[in-house]
């Protein structure tokens, strides 16, 4: 089992930036793809962004592409993603997820999660 604790979230104005954390601890191996996904209220929980373990070639969700940047530091099994120019729409609950199937958009593709960090972006 892989224990997963996202952290950073808050209220933001449009405009501004927030860098959310999430650590991993238990069985958890630096082999694992990590993740981030949001779901806004009254939506589907949706893809952001996720990285390999050697962080090449992170995939990104098109609607925060160039605004958001997901990074990893193995040792501490720690994963971040830095949200700049925050817009209203990407107020959200922002859950970290772990898979072990390879990097992938996909939910299916992610075994673990954690509870979700709350992102608010409002003037």
């Known amino acids: 089992q892989v224990q997963l604790v996202e952290s950073g979230g808050g209220l933001v104005q449009p405009g501004g930036s927030l860098r959310l954390s999430c650590a991993a601890s238990?069985?958890?191996?630096?082999?694992?793809?990590m993740g981030w996904f949001r779901q806004a209220p009254g939506k589907e929980r949706e893809f952001v962004a996720a990285?390999?373990?050697?962080?090449?070639?992170?995939l990104y969700a098109d609607s925060v592409k160039g605004r958001f940047t997901i990074s990893r530091d193995n040792a501490m099994n720690i994963v971040y993603l830095r949200m700049t120019s925050l817009e209203p729409e990407d107020t959200a609950v922002y859950y970290c997820?772990?898979?072990?199937?390879?990097?992938?958009?996909?939910?299916?593709?992610?075994?673990?999660w954690g509870q979700g960090t709350q992102v608010t972006v409002s003037s």
């Open positions: 997820a772990v898979g072990r199937r390879g990097l992938t958009t996909n939910q299916i593709g992610y075994e673990y």
């Open positions: 238990g069985s958890m191996s630096s082999s694992y793809v």
């Open positions: 990285i390999n373990w050697w962080g090449g070639s992170p």
